[in-house]
């Protein structure tokens, strides 16, 4: 729901889930929604958003990937599983930034 009790957008989802991973002081922050691949899937029948996201962070340095994803899913836990129904996460550090496809 929104500050003013209406459902979320996903466009709002979004926003949200950037300012909730701006406390990873990413230097690049990409969020996706990936919404319309997924019409007619059951968790988007219930008006949950599917997102893609790609986030550069120090925090990240000597993380492995699962508890890279650990920490993003930290800040935005409450989210799931409505207004996000899936997330899709690529966290890497500046270093594994610019040689990663």
Do not use: C, K, W
């Amino acid at each position: 729901m929104s500050a003013q009790g209406d459902p979320m957008t996903h466009a709002d989802t979004a926003a949200t889930l950037r300012r909730r991973l701006a406390s990873l002081a990413p230097s690049v922050l990409e969020i996706y929604d990936d919404s319309a691949e997924h019409a007619g899937h059951a968790g988007a029948a219930g008006g949950g958003g599917h997102f893609s996201l790609l986030i550069v962070s120090e925090v990240f340095a000597g993380l492995p990937r699962l508890q890279r994803h650990q920490r993003v899913l930290r800040e935005v836990a409450d989210l799931l599983p409505n207004p996000v129904h899936a997330l899709s996460i690529r966290a890497l550090t500046s270093e594994e930034f610019p040689s990663q496809p």
